[in-house]
């Protein structure tokens, strides 16, 4: 059975070992899995409060103009807003597919090649552009797997996303597996792994703290390509290598 201590000292080694070129594309990683989301704000009374009263004035204005308009018009606007919103989504999700998801590959490459054999070059990212067409069906499964256990409870959700976490890495190692051979991999190698992997995940409760504290400082120059480079170390440990 592998230890945490362990793995994660293997991928903290190696990590050191390319340091810069680890945090770049740690970096690219955490802004492909964030999605630019923007972190949770206060309560609508206290933002209220700290609005200028010349910006209230005008935003109660603006109220009572909507107001004022006829129904058809409302109507319109509001077909039109969400109109926008749904083109926005779908250009979010043709995004994810084609470009993010494959850079995602690139980007899990490039830690456990770092980890294996350090240092890596940072053009291992590029590689997640390779068998284009297999590395987009996979992952498009993967993610709707998961949403769709999400659905269903939250914990199977979770279960689902550490079975097959390693998909990322595989996909790349065993290119002529298919992606339901992909994912029954990588939910083979989780079997039995999943909660000391989650205990794992756990120990860099800390270091997020911290992250948190200098304003995700932390986290751009240690957390995330420690963690990363650690996940990396467990998919070794998991293949034998």
Known sequence: MWEIKDVKARGRAAFKANYWVSVLVGFILTLLISGGTVAGRNSMS???????????????????????????????IALALLGGFIVILVIGIVLKIFVWNPIEVGCYRFFAKNVEHAPAPFGCVGEGFGNYGHVLVTLLVRDLLIILWTLLLIVPGIMKAYSYQLVPYIIKDEPNLSAKEVLARSSQLMYGNRWRAFLMDLSFIGWGLLGLLTFGIVNIFWTTPYFQSAQAALYLELTGR
Not at 46 to 69: H, I, R, Y
């Open 46 to 76: 206290d933002t209220t409060e700290q609005v200028p009263s010349e910006v209230q004035s005008s935003l109660n204005e603006l109220g009572e103009a909507v107001d004022a308009l006829p129904e058809d018009t409302k109507a319109a």
